[in-house]
């Protein structure tokens, strides 16, 4: 089911991907019975961000898809065409009910705030579990069939590399993946409780076209307001895995499809990481730059972040899925990208 592998050489990430391939049955892995994405009413929240613009795309090819996002960090541009696109706010019990109704089978969660150093964070816990809360009771009120959550690496902490589904104690270090542990909490209990099957996904960094607010376009944004010199927060030795978002994509669908427990948890990732430093070096070849780095200094970006994280994998490939590309690769894909849409569109560099 491969397509190809990337390394980082500069050629071109593969795109055409498993995801594309999901609907053909044909093979000899054991499909759950239970889902199957095809037919389906599917709900995506925040499917005009990173992840969710990209999963409803997909998931529009063979089901009717219903987009519910506030726009308060997606935009309605990113909704694809075969959508039906409503703007809710999930924190709203009323809006809720008016986008997750009877006809619905799956709920795909991604709304949420996803900053890690985010500057209100008391507002972040109590509206990410409250979107989650509400989804979940009115999933089950309904009878919808199954919820699909996307959780985090930040609910490992600082943990022993590569981290599996099954370490614990679990001791997050941010607001952030505390909201996503106790997001999983509300998961576990519906999944055990009521007769919704559960998917819960803990991602690395994932990354793509029109992302804002993480360390690529960060950098692209800095280097094109001054190309001799690039801060960078830390000491540059913060090292992570990075995965591209059409592969993440294809490890939801996948996930899905092939498991029905009531509580499903599996890290999403590569099994290779990236360091910042590295960042800073492709993003500086692909900008054709050669720029001095002045670190801020400490083993840290700010407090809250996790210097250094790598995923288990293994559970994923057991029931048949990995990862065609390395995170090197990933971010090169991913800074080309942003780049394309981040420079100036009269093709003159702002340092020219």
Partial sequence: MRTGTETETGTEMETDSKADKFLDTGDDTDISKSLILRNQTIVVTGGAGLVGSHLADHLSK???VIVADDLSKGTRSRVPDKTTFV???????????SVITS???????????????????????????DMTYNILEQAAAV???????????????EAPRPTSEGYAPLEPISVYGASKLADEGLLS???????????????????????????????IQKLLEDPETLTI????????????????????????????DPMNIYNIGTETTTSVTKIADIVSDVMGLDPAYDYTGGDRGWDGDVPRMRLSVEKLRTIGWSADTESNAAV??????????LKPSDNHSTWS
């Fill in 233 to 260: 927060l830390g000491d540059g030795r913060q090292e992570k895995s990075y995965l591209y978002v059409t592969e993440c994509v294809d490890a939801i669908c996948y996930v899905v499809e092939h498991t029905d």
């Fill in 189 to 219: 209990t519906y999944a055990h409780t009521e007769s919704l099957t559960v998917w819960c996904f803990r991602f690395a960094n994932i990354v793509g076209p029109k992302q804002r607010g993480n360390v690529i376009p960060d950098f």
């Fill in 87 to 97: 703007e809710a706010d999930m924190t709203n019990p009323d809006e809720v009910a």
């Fill in 143 to 157: 009878g919808v069939d199954g919820v699909a959550f996307t959780s985090s690496s930040t609910v490992y902490g």
């Fill in 332 to 341: 090169r894909q991913a800074a080309r990208e942003l780049y394309d849409e």
């Fill in 103 to 129: 006809d619905v089978d799956i709920v795909f969660h991604l709304a949420a705030y996803t900053d890690t150093n985010f500057a209100e964070p008391r507002r972040l816990f109590e509206e990410n579990s």
């Fill in 62 to 64: 063979a089901n009717e």
